[in-house]
């Protein structure tokens, strides 16, 4: 199969404070990994797209230089909330394709567990 | 841009019901088509897909769903549903690149 985590499950954090979230594939190399976000009763929304060895590729409406995206190997990508806000509160998703895949060709993209995030 | 549409965000049926979630689309081209599930704790889970051929395609555990390429839609359908059914239903579209676009989502019950 193929397995992404995802650390930590759960975060509570107080205003102001940074935090990083994990994205792992556990079993094959994911040369992309995508980052959604899923607020209560909402659909996922695509937040960024991560390319190992560089740079990441954000949507429209998301700062960069608040979500700091990192995806330094083929099996690990980070995102950092920084100086998180209340607002920022929601579930993060994130996803992975296999090397070499693609969607258009009819892949598949493997979905993590989610981390929930709460700022107080 | 495309964009994807659930029109039931709430559905709640008894087992044994048949079960269809609507689901339409708006891109003028190529498309690939999706349903994901997410069942109460867990992560996402690919039911079924379209990628090309028959537009009927049959997924895991029973579920089935229609491309009609003149209508936008690609339809989730199951004959019968189950207690185990229970859980959030998504539609995703993906065009020539990796981006998919989710719709809004719909959230099954089944009553036992």
């Known amino acids: 199969g193929a397995v992404v985590s995802q650390h930590p499950s759960w975060v509570i954090c107080k205003s102001g404070t940074s935090v990083k979230i994990e994205c792992r594939s556990l079993?094959?190399?994911?040369?992309?990994m995508f980052w959604y976000r899923q607020f209560p009763k909402q659909s996922l929304m695509l937040m960024a797209t991560?390319?190992?060895?560089?740079?990441?590729?954000?949507e429209q409406g998301v700062e960069k230089d608040k979500f700091l995206i990192n995806h330094a190997s083929l099996t690990l990508s980070t995102l950092t909330v920084t100086s998180a806000h209340p607002e920022d509160s929601s579930f993060y998703i994130c996803?992975?394709?296999?090397?070499?895949?693609?969607?258009?060709?009819?892949?598949?993209?493997?979905f993590g567990p989610g981390t929930r995030l709460l700022v107080l | 841009a495309q964009s994807v549409s659930q029109h039931n965000h709430h559905v709640i049926l008894s087992e044994a019901a048949s079960l269809e979630l609507g689901c339409n689309y708006s891109?003028?081209?190529?498309?690939?088509l999706f349903w994901y599930v997410q069942y109460p704790g867990q992560h996402l889970q690919l039911l079924l897909k379209y990628f090309s051929g028959d537009p009927l395609v049959k997924g895991i555990k029973g579920f089935e769903a229609e491309f009609i390429k003149s209508k936008f839609s690609f339809n989730l359908r199951k004959p019968s549903v189950q207690w185990s059914d229970t859980a959030e239903y998504f539609c995703a579209v993906s065009n020539a690149g990796n981006m998919l676009t989710f719709g809004g989502g719909t959230r099954l019950m089944v009553k036992p």
């Open positions: 996803s992975a394709f296999k090397a070499g895949t693609r969607v258009s060709r009819g892949e598949t993209q493997y």
């Open positions: 891109y003028g081209g190529t498309v690939n």
């Open positions: 991560s390319n190992e060895g560089s740079k990441a590729t954000y």
């Open positions: 079993d094959f190399q994911a040369t992309t």
